[in-house]
Structure formats: structure tokens, C-alpha cells
């Protein structure tokens, strides 16, 4: 049974335009080949700012906020944040101990999220997703495995891996997710266009917890508190969660506290869905 949803089953797919940076980088390719026929002498600055120009590329690929390689929301816009509206992303789930304590503390505080699921994971448990949906939270997609060398990967496994989660999705849910979220937000050049084909927009976060590596939940609290302004999107983990003294997942510990302090700053989380719409 599908979960209730106003998704529609698929994404409509986006046209791909390349970012400035990128036409610069092709441009700057010709024009390095360019040189190299009319004055072969010359290899050694032609091979120099090719060189240059990929390792531009590669760490733009390593910095999880940077758009140089496209379109990268790491804040909400304008017109949610002038409604008072945050974001709250939770990675790596769905996981059977942790999401559903996460459902009912987000549920006691009257307030929506979304949630950056790992396609295999959703095939694992897919009654989970569905609850996910089923109160109100947007289910997105965070690749099918979640590999360590997902930046390094080609079109065609970039594809898979997108393609992969958005059928999970949509298996367990009947929707398709809107939005993508790199494994721990790297990436390379051939990421923005196949995810104008799948029809999903890519987002990083303006501040995380870093709690799948940090179990102080004081850490991990003060860190996404820091500078908390409308317009914010935060990351957490319920998948992947270091453990507060070897037991609780830190978010559970955080949650509570992290939703306190942005009712009294007098903000609204909102799924990135109603913020971008
Ligand atoms: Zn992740």
C-alpha cells in the first residue's frame, strides 16, 4: 500500500545547463588544445592550467557547499526564510532502531522534516519509508548505497546509484523524491547532469552536527546553534548516529533540545518541499 502522498510517481525531468565554472573549464580545455596545435612549444602552460583547471574541479567536488559545479541549495530561499522557515534534513535512515523514536519526537513537537534516505535501506525496510510519508515528512533521495567513492564515479554509475534510491522511493511510497543529497556531500562534474535527467535538485545544508563522528550531543548541538537564522538548513543522522556513551544515537539526545531552542528563536521547520514552493 502506497503511503498517502501528493507526489506525483515520478520527477519531471530538468534541463541540464552547464554553470559558468564548467563552461570556463571546457573553454579553457579548447583553448589549451587550441595552443598546443599552433604553438607546440608552449605544452608545458598548456598542460599547466589544464592541470590547474582539474584540480579547481576536483576540490569544488570535495567542498560540500560550493556551487561552482551547479546548483547546490545550501539555504533555503529568500521567500521561506522571510517566512521564518528552516529546514531539518536527516540523513542515512531509514533504521529500525532509530527512525522511529526520531518519528515520534518530531511528531511530539508538531514539526516536519526530511528525510535523506539510502535506496538499499528503504528496500530493507519498506514500512518505514512509508511512515516516514504517512506523518507528513518528505522522503528524498541519498543514493542507492551510499559508497564511500561516489565522487569518483562515472555517468553511467552516478545514474545507477540516483536511479536506484528514486525506485526504492517510489516502490515503497508510490512518489518520487525531489531532492538529492551527495554521500557526505562530494561530488564530481557528472553529478548535475544526470540529476537534471532524474529530475531531482541537489542539496548540501548551511550547518551540520557532524554526529555520525561526534557522540557529545553538547557538541553536536552547539554546533548546529551557531548563528541559527531563518532560511537554515540542518543536518543530522538517524542512520550511521554515534552513540551517546556507547547506547542513545546522538540525535535523539540533540532533537529535543535542537527543537526547543528554534521554537524560542520563533522559526518554523518545514520539509524543503513547502520551503521551495
Ligand atoms: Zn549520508
Known sequence: M????DRAPEAAQRTFRPSAFIRGSVALHAVAGGALLIEPQLWPWSLAAVVADHLVI???GLWPRASLLGPNLTRLPPRAAARGEIALTIDDGPDPEVTPAVLALLDRHAVHASFFCVGERIARHPQLAREIVARGHALENHSQRHLKRFSLLG???LRA?????????AFATGAAARFFRAPAGL???FLEPELARAGLKLVSWTRRGFDTVSSDPDRVLARLLRGLAAGDILLLHDGHAARVAHETPVILTVLPALLAAVRAAGLKPVTL???CT
Request: no cysteine; net charge negative; aromatic share 0%.
Open 187 to 189: 561530488r564530481n562534474p
Open 161 to 169: 546509484e540516483i536511479a536506484g534510491a528514486q525506485e526504492a522511493i
Open 273 to 275: 518541499e513547502a520551503a
Open 155 to 157: 555517468p553511467r554509475a
Open 2 to 5: 502506497p503511503a498517502s502522498s
Open 58 to 60: 576536483t576540490a569544488a
